[in-house]
């Protein structure tokens, strides 16, 4: 890459949807445009998060200006503890973002006692110099309050990058995306756009995020019992909407789980959310209320394991219980590969004979993601030279590009991008560099390593086909056994075809014992590995599979 060109390198977000990074370099310069994570897939076993492989960062630690934050999404701003811990607190560049962001980026630090980090407000509109770029915001609509877009301008262009955002021209804090500004900046010139592809499979216009507050409140209306509501607890104006309803029909409203709580607190403290004094109760006293004047909004419309409205479908809440005539309102729809968990979750709800209301029974959910008119809006408005479309599986990145092709941009200037692909955009034009590293790595408990760590493998392993544990005991003298072989094995499925296996593996050490011996191998460590790899694939022979095989020499 020569000096005078642009560089943008997604990390993640591409060919996927979550753990959105993207890297943004000019006269070897970087600027970090959001910290993403995702949650895992359920192969990943034992595995709490994925973050996008950041070794690129890692290698430029002293050339980044700043990380700049679109909104407060855990799949734009959730790696930013593990990001800053690896590049390490004397490289910690300062991190901007809008007020809501930078609130929770702050609150998500202090957890991780990352406290020295300088967090920049900056408001839509405002300019910050970070070295040969020149930063602004632009607000958008989406469904956390606070979103921006990024504009990047160079000597060489402006870059855009949406972030995630919808057209909702009636928002229910009154604020529309700016799209006077955009208009501006695309006649200003915009070099590239990077443009957030999620619901670039959805013909039309997205429905008002204002427009699902009167359906919760018709679907209230309906209930005698206690209802419940679902919904992401970064949704502010989605809590705000339910507080109405539950307001405007005489019912009190319990926040429960933690991170509602806290979202509200915060989404308050900033002027994002208004509550009626008197209106809160705090969840211990929900008991003390009758059915029909309760609303609780609740955590874990995804399912999430140790989220609140989980723990009370399976009874096991410490302040709520749930029964016979409550409902329960989703008012989200699962993210990809979350299906299975909401589902659980929903059929345990109907077990303990509640009523649910999801998305395929009412309008009570509008998505956060403009659809297909809304992106050709953005790209119309915008009118870039180069596209390169974002946040999206290669489904959506290539339906996204069509649609910029159908507004007239010309398929040579569309990128089709990869993590780990860099466009290069020099005065002559634009194409993809070298690929990079760019993968993922996973957050175990507190600590982050590689896919192919030992731990997952063997999750893997142990989870599929089960374990194998040998023990022999042979003589210290000359190795050979001096006590029968005990073959322990757990979780091995399909071992009933398997008559007599335990006597044939036993034989099959002794077998392989004796051979060591003749070559001579006494060393422990040695035997093992004979051992285990004579084992493996005797077993592999006989079961066509591959549990784990775990030897144990005991020298006596
Ligand atoms: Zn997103
Ligand atoms: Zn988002």
């Not at 890297?23 to 959001?34: A, H, L, T």
């Not at 609150?107 to 900056?122: A, V």
């Not at 008012?331 to 979350?338: K, L, R, Y």
Request: with cysteine.
């Amino acid at each position: 890459m020569s000096d005078s060109s642009l560089r943008i390198l997604p990390l993640g977000g591409l060919g996927e949807i979550g753990k959105n990074m993207t890297v943004v370099e000019y006269e070897d310069r970087i600027v970090v445009v959001d910290v993403g994570l995702r949650f895992p897939t359920a192969d990943m076993l034992g595995i709490d998060l994925v973050l996008p492989d950041f070794a690129y960062l890692r290698e430029r630690v002293d050339d980044i200006e700043a990380i700049v934050v679109t909104h407060g999404h855990e799949d734009h701003l959730g790696a930013l503890p593990w990001v800053l811990r690896e590049l390490g607190e004397e490289h910690v560049p300062v991190i901007y973002g809008g007020n809501l962001t930078m609130a929770m980026a702050r609150s998500k630090l202090d957890e991780h006692r990352l406290t020295k980090t300088p967090l920049r407000t900056l408001e839509p509109g405002g300019d910050a110099e970070l070295g040969p770029f020149s930063l602004e915001l632009v607000h958008m609509t989406h469904s956390i309050p606070d979103s921006n877009a990024v504009a990047l301008r160079t000597e060489l262009g402006t870059v855009l990058i949406t972030g995630d955002y919808k057209f909702d021209q009636t928002p229910v804090d009154g604020v529309p995306a700016d799209m006077s500004r955009l208009a501006e900046l695309g006649r200003e010139g915009v070099l590239l756009l990077c443009g957030d592809s999620t619901n670039a499979d959805r013909p039309g216009f997205s429905s008002s995020e204002s427009g699902v507050g009167p359906r919760l409140e018709e679907v209230f209306s309906r209930c005698q019992g206690r209802i419940v509501v679902t919904s992401f607890a970064s949704n502010i104006h989605r809590v705000q909407q339910v507080v109405d309803a539950a307001a405007n029909l005489g019912r009190k409203v319990s926040l429960v789980g933690r991170s509602m709580r806290k979202n509200v607190n915060i989404g308050k403290s900033l002027g994002h959310i208004e509550v009626p004094d008197g209106l809160l109760i705090a969840p211990r006293e929900v008991e003390n209320y009758p059915d029909h004047k309760l609303v609780i909004i609740s955590t874990g419309s995804q399912g999430e394991p140790l989220s609140a409205l989980r723990r009370m479908a399976h009874n096991d809440h410490p302040q709520v219980q749930l029964r016979d005539g409550d409902t329960v309102v989703f008012s989200a729809t699962p993210i990809p590969g979350n299906e299975r968990a909401v589902n659980e979750t929903i059929d345990r709800l109907y077990q303990i004979g509640c009523e649910v209301i999801t998305t395929m029974d009412a309008p009570v959910h509008a998505s956060g993601h403009g659809y297909v008119e809304e992106l050709k809006l953005m790209l119309n408005l915008v009118q870039p030279r180069y596209v390169m479309p974002f946040h999206g599986d290669h489904k959506r990145i290539r339906l996204h590009a069509q649609l910029a092709e159908a507004v007239g941009v010309d398929p040579d200037d569309i990128f089709k991008g990869d993590n780990g692909l860099p466009l290069d955009i020099g005065p002559r034009g634009a194409r993809f560099g070298p690929i990079e590293r760019a993968g993922m790595i996973f957050v175990d408990g507190v600590d982050i390593g590689d896919p192919a760590d030992v731990a997952l493998r063997d999750r893997r392993m142990l989870s599929a086909d089960g374990i194998f544990i040998v023990v022999a005991t042979v003589s210290e003298q000359d190795g050979r056994p001096v006590a029968d072989t005990e073959v322990i094995f757990r979780g091995v499925p399909f071992l009933e075809e398997a008559d007599g296996l335990a006597d044939d593996i036993r034989q099959a050490v002794e077998d392989s014992l004796a051979r060591a011996a003749e070559e001579e191998i006494h060393e422990v460590d040695l035997l093992q590995e004979v051992l285990h790899d004579d084992v493996a694939k005797f077993v592999y022979d006989r079961l066509r599979r591959r549990p784990m095989v775990l030897p144990v020499v005991v020298e006596v």
